[in-house]
């Protein structure tokens, strides 16, 4: 029976860094067959999931010898937390991994949404040349509102100053002497929303956070402005962000995460008919690179660990 559990996609040199030294079961289908899952953690002392994995009090209450749970990315609103801890069951995100990854996504989408010009394909070879229709928006002199300050925040800020972006940032629990603040204007929400060209959001999902931007908030930004959410689809009122979208309030908007994951077509029915939308499948932090890169963190965090136990 397998020491290391892996659920759901890895880079293989990392699976093979693991089945070195451990008995490993790799199957990345495994999150979708939950009665496998749970027979296959009976003698885990490791599991490796990615954000689709629910590591719930009843998972860990299958699995007697788990001593580790590593994540594939950083977001821990999978894991029931609570529940690791009072099993002495250790978490292992894979801090740092993914930033540049997300980084460069935000920068990317927040510029074609502001160009709003790259969609035109099937225009302009049919020959229509609708030229009038895509003059859109530079980045320079626009002010970047990031919602959470913290690493792929700032990674996000240095690519954006780059193209002209002014930063501003709203982050209450970071200090107001810490070092980040020299690069960024500090805001509080509501002034970040008024007077944001872009807004990304960078803040975990809690009680606190979910339906951040409501309705409510999204009145107080800029007409016109850009949203791009990476950070968790319940962050965002979806309902009220098409509407927003569908009535011109909004510029656009890019979004890598839902409330429903994975999407499904009756909950993307809201987003039907929005041009000035980008959607894409909780891909930010992904690229060949990064998959590299947290894999291979994680395979050694789980290794260290199981090693501790020797």
């Known amino acids: 029976m397998a020491d290391v559990v892996i659920a759901e996609f890895m880079d293989e040199a990392a699976v093979d860094m693991l089945r070195a030294r451990h ?3 790799y199957d990345p289908e495994l999150v979708d067959r939950p009665e496998d899952l749970a027979a296959a953690v ?5 599991l490796v999931v990615r954000n689709r994995t629910k ?11 788990l001593a580790c749970v590593g994540r594939l990315g950083v977001g821990l ?6 529940a690791c801890k009072a099993r002495g069951v250790t978490v292992y995100p894979a801090t740092g991994a993914n930033d540049v990854a997300v980084a460069e996504y935000v920068v990317t989408t927040a510029l074609t949404l502001l160009r709003g010009a790259y969609a035109a394909t099937a225009d302009v070879a049919a020959g229509r040349w609708p030229r009038q229709r895509l003059i859109g928006r530079e980045a320079m002199d626009k002010r970047l509102g990031l919602v959470g300050y913290g690493s792929i925040a700032r990674q996000t800020a240095a690519r954006a100053r780059v193209f002209g972006f002014s930063i501003a940032a709203f982050d209450p629990f970071l200090p107001e002497s810490d070092p980040a603040w020299q690069d960024a204007e500090r805001l509080d929400l509501d002034a970040l929303l008024a007077s944001c060209d872009v807004i990304s959001l960078h803040v975990p999902l809690t009680a ?10 999204i009145a107080r930004m800029k007409p016109g402005a850009v949203l791009v959410n990476t950070a968790r689809g319940g962050v965002v009122d979806e309902t009220a962000l098409a509407a927003a979208l569908r009535d011109g309030t909004l510029g656009g908007a890019a979004l890598d995460v839902f409330e429903t994951e994975p999407l499904t ?3 993307g029915m809201v987003f039907e008919g929005l041009a000035n939308l980008i959607l894409t499948p909780h891909i930010a932090g992904v690229t060949a690179e990064s998959n590299v890169r947290v894999s291979a ?12 136990l020797r």
């Open 55 to 65: 590591v719930t009090e009843a998972l860990i209450g299958k699995a007697p010898n």
């Open 77 to 82: 609103d999978n894991i029931d937390l609570a």
């Open 23 to 25: 008995d490993t079961l």
């Open 297 to 308: 963190v994680t395979a050694e965090n789980v290794l260290k660990h199981l090693e501790t």
């Open 42 to 46: 009976a003698t885990a002392r490791a």
């Open 265 to 267: 077509a009756a909950a």
């Open 208 to 217: 606190d956070t979910r339906h951040m931007i409501d309705a409510a908030a």
